[in-house]
């Protein structure tokens, strides 16, 4: 049976001051009026059940998810006691699912992506399931066609054909050095792509690759999902979740299987609108600018002579000018403001760390 899975851990601290401990980015409502976990359920509706809807999150989220999802049953919400990264997270949830469903095929979708058009990516995603319909064994990958050398993104290289619409894996790289993401970038769509953070694959094909290349973690996994739906399950979480390493599923599983012959793995490029929200240079790609490229979002704003900038408050009736500046970020909430340069929206995370170093968990 088909299922899914979205990841909606982390803390957005790039998004601060909006993105907090108590709600991160995935639950803030970002996108006219919609968080970006409901957007990430919406686009799944029609590719799998609701009652095959699997959420992955901290479990001091869960009350805050299953509000903004209402019709999913708790039982579906697998909560994390601490963040460990997708190998844990994605792991945990493939034991969880395959032992209520051992021939389960299960996709992956990060809830921090927004994604156009819709019918498109429903298109596009039935096909990575059949794909593995057809193909017991096969990982499959979705790809975008890059915008720069980014090395902030892991990379996918495209083999040989599998039909019209898919490719072997030849390669999978995750977060390259810069000088070899300008090279990827150089070759082309055609022979390079961004990985999207999204895959379909069997669970039993996910587990017995984690078994090839972490068996360690493999068997600890297994050890919480065999409690999971026992009175057991919080102790024995308590006790193993926190020995789990903290790594991703691309550095851990993903790069080892791309070099493994008895390993199948395939490409299917995404040609559509695809923004990953990590950032608020990013968010700002989201907004409709006006003729001088400037963005406002849930704010009252007066502009002169601005150029590029973005102004985000969470309060409607508070008003925010701004004169003679371009490409400028301005966030604004009840208890903290930030202002930065659009070029250094990355380090808003480094703020973060600095904020907790002063004043403790108050604004974090």
Request: charged residues 25%.
């Amino acid at each position: 049976m088909r299922h899914a899975l979205i990841l909606a851990g982390g803390s957005g601290t790039r998004l601060w001051p909006m993105s907090r401990t108590t709600l991160p980015k995935q639950l803030i409502p970002l996108a006219g009026g919609k968080s970006l976990l409901e957007l990430t359920a919406a686009r799944i509706d029609g590719l799998v059940a609701r009652s095959q809807l699997y959420v992955c999150a901290g479990e001091q989220h869960r009350r805050a998810i299953l509000a903004a999802l209402a019709d999913l049953p708790g039982e579906q919400f697998i909560g994390e006691p601490m963040g460990r990264d997708t190998l844990a997270a994605i792991g945990l949830s493939a034991a969880v699912i395959s032992a209520r469903d051992p021939g389960a095929i299960m996709a992956v979708f990060t809830a921090d992506h927004l994604i156009e058009p819709v019918d498109v990516f429903r298109r596009i995603v039935s096909r990575g399931f059949e794909l593995v319909e057809q193909n017991r064994g096969t990982l499959v990958t979705f790809g975008i066609e890059p915008e720069s050398p980014s090395t902030g993104y892991g990379y996918l290289e495209l083999g040989d054909r599998l039909g019209e619409d898919a490719w072997t894996l030849r390669k999978f790289q995750e977060k390259p050095d810069l000088e070899t993401a300008r090279g990827y970038y150089d070759l082309g769509p055609s022979r390079f792509l961004w990985n999207s953070g999204m895959f379909v694959w069997r669970t039993e094909t996910i587990l017995d690759c984690i078994r090839r290349y972490a068996p360690a973690t493999l068997e600890r996994i297994r050890r919480i999902a065999e409690a999971w739906d026992t009175a057991e399950r919080a102790a024995v979480l308590d006790r193993s979740y926190g020995e789990l390493p903290k790594i991703s599923i691309d550095y851990s599983v993903l790069e080892p299987a791309s070099r493994d012959p008895l390993v199948n793995l395939a490409a299917i490029p995404m040609r559509l609108r695809w923004l990953d929200i990590g950032s608020w240079s990013a968010f700002h790609k989201s907004l409709p600018p006006d003729e001088r490229g400037n963005a406002v979002s849930g704010a009252r704003a007066v502009l002169l002579n601005a150029v590029r900038t973005t102004i985000v408050s969470d309060d409607p009736h508070h008003l925010v000018a701004v004169t003679g500046c371009q490409d400028l970020i301005v966030i604004h909430t009840a208890d903290a403001t930030l202002v930065c340069r659009a070029d250094e929206s990355e380090t808003v995370k480094q703020v973060v760390a600095m904020l907790k170093d002063t004043y403790g968990e108050k604004y974090i």
